[in-house]
């Protein structure tokens, strides 16, 4: 939730799922990295879902951030 109980939805992309094991943590780390570095909810749920979907795509676990 968002301010004053505001939902938050993110965007999403379509990508090919490889292997979804990790993509939690993935989201988990990408979120609370944005938010860790003072970005707002929004950014932080819009890195979130990124790291997710880089990480379905891979075969295994990667740096997923360094090509953002």
């Not at 939902?7 to 379509?14: A, D, P, R, V, W």
């Not at 780390?29 to 003072?38: E, I, K």
């Not at 819009?46 to 990480?55: D, K, L, Q, T």
Request: no cysteine; aromatic share 8%; proline share 3%.
């Amino acid at each position: 939730l968002g301010q004053n109980g505001k939902i938050l939805i993110g965007k999403t992309e379509q990508v090919s799922v490889v292997n979804p094991i990790g993509s939690g943590d993935a989201f988990n780390g990408g979120f609370l990295y944005a938010f860790s570095q003072n970005q707002d909810l929004e950014k932080a749920l819009e890195m979130g879902i990124y790291a997710a979907s880089r990480n379905v795509e891979s075969l295994a676990p990667g740096n997923i951030l360094e090509t953002r």
